[in-house]
């Protein structure tokens, strides 16, 4: 049994579906400059038109009703709405898009939620430092509050930042997603902590300007996978197991959750290795200083992304060059047991979700849940009738259910990754994580539901019509 007011969602991000990326005055934002460059993307694809959502709304509004959704998450683009990054020039039709969407959501009694920033920082200012300046805080403050006061009387729960530990280390150690930035071992724990800096500034903000009369909730999205300790009587397994989560989960939650700052296991790995290989420095993982807002209790409920899980053991000692996987020390494995799907990283572990779910209870004093993302790939050629995925849906819709029941976690929410077929980032349109095929070779980009869609819609109505007679 499922809350009465469980939200039933689907979830995309605007760089992903929208396309129209010189539409109506739209400022070009990183990953528009990231995809021009060549060997980034798989084929070279890019997201200029992606599922053309800027111009085929409505047939998306049309797979969520077919859904059934009772939610629906979606990130505005900064540089679509702000074309320099600044308040200093609004673009017009960015806003009046962005307000159809969610007025026409609204009218379908569907309840959005909103992503402020899902990876596409206006170039603007990425020019001026992006994500390692200072001044950034500041900036992307004054888009959320730009985005309250524009879209807040109809928008009730907010996610600042999706994934940041993600968009961190891929966009500033391993340079495989936008900005493309390698600087190992210094500059993803900049960027980490000058978005929690901005994450927290914008949270204070909502709630003294704004809360009382738009009564929303805000949090951030953090991604994590379930780690387990390859040899679970192995204190070496079990200590690789701890680092690897608090370099995971606990770089971001354990901030916002439990002390306002870093998991003190992150910090120690981290300056031992500095220590081992002659850093001068100060500390590569920067502190928060207490002239700014408090980072803690700046989440009103968790936002959890998960994928997968992974078995871990203990690295073979520290490297020789300062970077994340050093500092972590931890190798993770894939249980042979555990089927993959498309992508091989992504093996399926319905369980490892519960698992999650249990931890994220017990850790960070039982807060309420909204599962944002959770999703099964497709590669190859197109599988409408996707029986592995169907399967996957109701595995994991079991577990999410027993994780309420069973294990007593406060989880109000559930977002499959993704309402369609979308640009996956540097896999470009190779990898489908959509419940609707998108037809990429067709000229109308035509939206076909997977049989999972279906299976979906099936469990949604199931879900909701056993309230509905309780």
């Given at each position: 049994m499922f809350p009465r007011d469980f939200a039933w969602g689907a979830a995309t991000s605007a760089y992903q579906i929208e396309g129209g990326w010189q539409a109506d005055g739209?400022?070009?934002?990183?990953?528009?400059?990231?995809?021009?460059?060549?060997g980034r993307v798989f084929e070279e694809q890019n997201g200029n038109v992606a599922c053309n959502s800027y111009q085929l709304w409505e047939k998306d509004l049309e797979c969520i009703q077919q859904l059934g959704l009772t939610h629906y998450r979606l990130s505005v683009s900064w540089a679509r709405l702000l074309p320099d990054g600044t308040t200093q020039h609004v673009n017009q039709k960015g806003v009046a898009?962005?307000?159809?969407?969610?007025?026409?959501?609204?009218a379908c009694n569907?309840?959005?939620?909103?992503?402020?920033?899902?990876?596409d920082l206006p170039q603007a200012l990425q020019d001026q430092g992006g994500w390692k300046s200072e001044s950034i805080?500041?900036?992307?403050?004054?888009?959320?509050?730009?985005?309250?006061?524009?879209?807040?009387?109809?928008?009730?729960l907010w996610i600042t930042i999706n994934e940041p530990q993600v968009c961190a280390k891929c966009g500033y150690e391993d340079g495989i997603h936008a900005p493309g930035l390698k600087e190992p071992g210094t500059a993803a724990y900049l960027v980490g902590h000058n978005m929690l800096r901005a994450h927290a500034k914008a949270w204070h903000s909502y709630d003294s300007l704004y809360r009382a009369e738009q009564r929303g909730a805000v949090s951030l999205a953090i991604n994590s996978?379930?780690?387990?300790?390859?040899?679970?009587?192995?204190?070496?397994?079990?200590?690789?197991?701890e680092r690897d989560l608090a370099f995971t989960l606990g770089w971001f939650a354990w901030p916002v959750f439990v002390t306002g700052d870093y998991p003190q296991i992150m910090r120690s790995a981290i300056d031992s290795q500095s220590q081992k290989l002659g850093y001068s420095g100060s500390s590569r993982l920067p502190s928060f200083s207490k002239d700014e807002p408090a980072i803690f209790g700046t989440a009103d409920f968790f936002a959890l992304n998960y994928?997968?899980?992974?078995?871990?053991?203990?690295?073979?000692g520290c490297g020789q060059m300062l970077c994340l996987n050093s500092d972590r020390d931890a190798e993770e494995v894939l249980d042979p047991s555990w089927p993959i799907c498309g992508v091989s990283w992504l093996a399926v572990v319905p369980h490892g979700l519960r698992k999650l779910l249990k931890y994220i209870k017990d850790t960070f004093?039982?807060?309420?849940?909204?599962?944002?993302?959770?999703g099964f790939s497709q590669v190859g050629p197109r599988q409408i009738d996707d029986v592995q995925r169907c399967e996957f849906y109701s595995d994991t819709i079991m577990e999410v259910g027993k994780a309420i029941e069973e294990d007593g976690v406060n989880v109000r929410g559930y977002f499959a990754w993704s309402l369609l077929d979308n640009f996956e980032w540097a896999d470009g349109f190779s990898v489908r994580?959509?419940?609707?095929?998108?037809?990429?070779?067709?000229?109308?980009?035509?939206?076909?539901?997977y049989r999972s869609g279906l299976e979906y819609a099936k469990m949604i109505m199931k879900y909701k019509g056993r309230h509905d007679v309780k």
């Open positions: 739209k400022g070009p934002s990183i990953w528009d400059t990231f995809v021009q460059q060549k898009y962005y307000n159809k969407v969610i007025n026409d959501l609204l569907v309840s959005p939620m909103v992503t402020l920033y899902h990876w805080v500041s900036l992307f403050d004054s888009y959320a509050q730009f985005c309250f006061q524009t879209f807040g009387d109809r928008v009730k996978d379930w780690f387990e300790p390859l040899r679970p009587g192995c204190n070496e397994d079990v200590a690789a197991t994928y997968t899980s992974r078995k871990v053991k203990a690295g073979e004093n039982n807060p309420a849940v909204y599962i944002t993302e959770n994580f959509g419940l609707f095929h998108v037809d990429f070779s067709d000229a109308k980009l035509s939206r076909t539901i």
